[in-house]
């Protein structure tokens, strides 16, 4: 039934009591957990019977997208910017033209990170506004003075007041000293900051009576070997394992974290915050009409400054199929506008037809927009982003659900080989029991023990899963707004 090189083949068959008990799917789980639960990983995520999981699909499989560790909560360092502005808390020259006839004055800031022969410089496209840190700092209050002087020849120089006024900004250029000098410039040391997440705990249950379908559904998987295993699994666990691997990839997107739910055993219950509540402190924006210069401007407060221009701007916009709609209605009219001259081998081909014989079909779609400076969009599918029975806001303009047109914008590069996004497990935070009655696993009980008498048996499976984006500012999204 199977050929090499197949991952597995499935097709459907009626159970038959010949069938050995060894060969159905629940004694292969228990017996060699190891291979078929990798197996029903790719089955009801990537592959034949299931396409709703695209985060999980991504992440089957791929050791820099997930990782095992044997606590419910960790830690990790996000390493910052290495300089940054310091901010002035107090004008202490009021009234004065600070600076002017090379006078010192004073400037009080929120650290104390600058040393004397300093330049500093209020952030301005002119840059005439420099000034040397000659004295200090000393403390005052709230924050440190700098006795600072101007740079320049000019005694009719000076620092406009909104420059010294609460808030304004200065910023380190360099450092300059005299012959013989004694004295060195400053340096600044970012320290990395550290962030903590947890898990939640899922769990799912089912029941089959002895009247159930008996129509299965046979599997034949490959091994790493090449050695076709034999299983097969009732339609009704085909729902199951749907559905958990549905209800895993909901959390990871749409998990809410709370820590003030009590289960019925009086402990909290475990949840934790999926992708959507984790990119609030992201790049957020709210739209109307979606154009193609909206999308490279957002994308550019995104990336300026961050990466150099032509290198690690690639990014994914995960959107549901309206959304995907209005992607290639807005790359569409940018071409329209700029002039673009399509080839008609770009958007006709010959087809057969019965109806002429010489048919062509026309049309296109654009997935992906490579921007300027090097950036360079590709948009994937989310289903869940149009579950009518998850999505019941409905866009009065389109008649679809809002969040179909919502663009959840994730970057997957990360520091070295691991991702930025990246699903967490707990070591053996995953298990399964069949809870077997008159009626079993395997088919009727044939005098063996049981632990219930119903004519029924009982599946209960959990899972300890969290997620990391461990830095949620290269990420954001895109919000349709009709208000």
Known sequence: MATTGSRFITKQMQWNANYTAQKHLGDALIARPEMLLDTMGTLFSARNIYSDNPLMSMAHGNPNMTKTIGTTEWEWNLKGANTRPLIVLENLEAGNQAGKYRRPFKLKLDENWFLPGDILFPGTSDKRYQARVMDGPIRHGDGWVYNMQIVTDDDNLFIPAKYLNYGSQWAKLASAYEEAAEQAGSTQFSM??????????WRKTYNITDYASTEILAIAVIDSNGKAHQTWIRYAEVEFWQQWAREKEIVLWYGRDAKSLVGSTGNNVRLFPGIQ?????????????LTAKFIEEYLMDIYYGRTKPGQGRKIVAYT??????NFHRAVQDWTQKSGFVRNIEQFQRKVSSPYHSNAFSAGMQYVQYDMANGSSLTVVHQPLYDARDLNFEIDPITGYPLESQRMTFLDFSGEGASSNIQIVKKKDGDAFSYIDGLWGHLGPAQGSNTATSKDAYEMVTVSNLGLQITDVTKCGELILARN
């Open 192 to 201: 990395p900051i550290s962030l903590r997440n947890h898990m939640g705990k």
């Open 320 to 325: 549901g199929e309206y959304g995907m709609l």
């Open 277 to 289: 509540e984790q990119l609030e402190d992201s790049n957020i924006a709210y739209y109307n009409h």
